[in-house]
Structures are given as C-alpha cells and as structure tokens.
C-alpha cells in the first residue's frame, strides 16, 4: 500500500477494545465517559485477512485500551497467525494480566510484547495509572521474557516532574531483566494535549540522563526509525535502549502505520481526527471488501504529510 505522499503502509495497529483496567493521567482523560468496546472477533479476523492478503499489511500490532482484557485474544492471535500472511504479530499492555497469559499467547503465535511501565515506585505507578499495581506489571515482564516474547520492550513514558529522575534506573532494570527498554516522549494526543506541553522531557535530555550511568552507542541506521536505538553498557550490564522523540523530531516521512479502532475505524494518521468507518460496511459475518477497498483507498489518500494536531480522539480510543 502506499499513500497520498508516496509512503509504503504495511504497519497495522489494531485496537481489540477501549477498555482499559488502567487508566494513565496522560492516556485517558479525567472526565472521559466509561468506555468498554469490543472489537467482534470475526470482524477483527476479517479485516486483518483483507488488509494482509490485498493490501500488503506485514506487521500487526495488537492494542487497546488494553488487549489482555479482550476475551477472545488467544484465539484470534491463533487465527491470524495461522492465516501465514504476516511476517509479526505484537501485542502491547500495560502487563497487569500478562503474568498467567505470556505463556499461551507465545504459543497462539505472538512474537513480542511491548510492556508499558513508567516507574518503579508502587506509589507513583499506582498513581499515573489510577490504581495500578506495580509488581503485577513486574512479574508480567518476567513472564513474557521466561516465554520467549523477546526482546521484550519496556515503553515508558518519559514525563517531567514524575519520572524524569527515574530514568536511569528504569534502563537498569530492564536491561538486568534482558528487556531493551524504549523511552517515549509524550505526545500531544487529542484532549490531553496539553500534557505534553507541560510534562514532555525531551529526547536530548533523556540521552543525558542515561549517558550519566552508561557508555551510548547510537546503533547505526536505526536513527528514528521511529525509536533511535543505543547500545549501551555500563553498571555491568550490556543491552540496548530506545528513545523515540515523536513530539521533538516527528517521524511523518516515514510513518508506516495504519490504526483500525475498536469501533471499526480506519484512523491514518494519529494526529488526525479524520475516521473512515468500516463497520458499515460489515453485516455480522461478511466484510465487503469491495467497499471497504474504497474507503481504505480514500483513507490513503488523506493520510496527511504531517500530524496537523487535530485528533479529537484519546490515545486510550485510538489505539497507541
Ligand atoms: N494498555 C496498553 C498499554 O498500556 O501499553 C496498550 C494501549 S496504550 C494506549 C499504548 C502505549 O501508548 C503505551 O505504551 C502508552 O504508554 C502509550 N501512550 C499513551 N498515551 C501517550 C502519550 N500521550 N504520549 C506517548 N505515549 C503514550
């Protein structure tokens, strides 16, 4: 597939429900209506299939709201690895469920977890996320790397004032657990835009801040693509960390992606409130792919060169 500006799309994230058990301050709104859409399963199989056999799609990305809490995520996982098309399905969470599910997700056919974890304080975990427990999300990581999901990637979300004096010890812990840790810049994201403005650390200092406990090597050819990646070493411990600086150098010139909501929704760019609906086109056990194949076309079409930052959506509805 390639779009209005010439870019190849082969990069689905497909958000299974925008449900949440969590709800980060920067993710989810403070006032946002209590959501808990579940994509239908044969509708999600459907749309994976066509996307993947007429249109290229490679990589699928498995998301939410949050996706452990979609009951029939094993089978699906199973489904779609067994349809041969893809070259990875990945499923990203915020690991409070992964401890009991890595095991028989790997064996359904996911290749790798992205596992979001902020902190490593109780209190400030329980606190950005409204009611998290950490050491579910710890054993969930240690459980996903015993199940070979690997590398298992920690995302966090670099925020000032709340983590930024953590992030050192955050790659520490990660890179001791054999996981590559990726630090993310927060993004300006529909209603909560402006926490970026007030909490984004940028990418500039995140480095420093690793670069005072460990010896970086930035990987070559990895530079935005979107994370850049950095060997690193130090404290005994040898591994590799990611800084993705989406808000600071936005990666638009090579954005491969493409997001279905849980609604049904073809979403071409995240900072694009612009939704080109699919559901219509589904009566209960069929995908029209004739029409569907037009609305993805004109969906291609719009997606824009740059984030115009006009999203009216959550990060927790669209699908991070
Ligand atoms: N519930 C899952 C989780 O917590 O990983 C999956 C959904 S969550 C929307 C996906 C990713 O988006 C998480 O790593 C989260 O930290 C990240 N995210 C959410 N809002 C963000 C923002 N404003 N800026 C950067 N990353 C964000």
């Keep these: 597939m390639i779009d209005g500006c010439g870019r190849t799309i082969d990069h689905l994230r497909l958000s299974l429900t925008d449900y949440c058990n969590l709800a980060c301050r920067y993710c989810v709104p403070d006032d946002a209506a209590p959501c808990g859409q579940m994509i239908d399963e044969e509708f999600a199989f459907q749309v994976v299939r066509w996307l993947s056999t007429r249109h290229g799609i490679r990589y699928l990305r498995l998301t939410g709201g949050e996706p452990l809490m979609y009951a029939p995520l094993h089978r699906l996982t199973r489904r779609l690895a067994e349809l041969g098309t893809l070259r990875e399905i990945t499923l990203t969470t915020n690991g409070q469920a992964l401890g009991h599910q890595a095991e028989s997700l790997a064996a359904a056919g996911l290749l790798r977890v992205n596992v979001s974890l902020d902190t490593l304080r109780a209190d400030r975990f329980s606190r950005v996320t409204r009611g998290g427990d950490l050491d579910h999300t710890l054993c969930g990581i240690?459980?996903?790397?015993?199940?070979?999901?690997?590398?298992?990637?920690?995302?966090?979300?670099?925020?000032?004032?709340?983590n930024d004096n953590e992030i050192a010890n955050i790659a520490e812990w990660g890179l001791s657990h054999g996981c590559v840790v990726r630090f993310l810049e927060v993004m300006p994201i529909g209603p909560l835009a402006h926490v970026a403005d007030k909490h984004l650390v940028p990418a500039s200092e995140i480095l420093e801040r690793l670069s005072e406990r460990f010896t970086l090597r930035a990987i070559p050819g990895s530079l935005g693509q979107p994370a850049t990646d950095y060997a690193v070493s130090g404290n005994g411990m040898r591994g590799v960390v990611g800084i993705i600086a989406a808000t600071t150098r936005p990666f638009c010139d090579r954005c491969r992606r493409l997001r279905i909501t849980s609604r049904g929704r073809i979403v071409a760019c995240i900072h694009d409130g612009t939704g080109f609906d699919l559901a219509e086109f589904w009566d209960g056990s069929e995908l029209c792919v004739h029409d569907a194949d037009e609305v993805l076309s004109r969906a291609l079409r719009g997606k824009p060169k740059e984030g115009p930052r006009r999203q009216s959506l959550a990060m927790v509805s669209l699908g991070g």
């Design 142 to 162: 240690k459980a996903a790397v015993r199940a070979g999901l690997a590398p298992v990637k920690i995302n966090v979300v670099a925020q000032r004032s709340f």
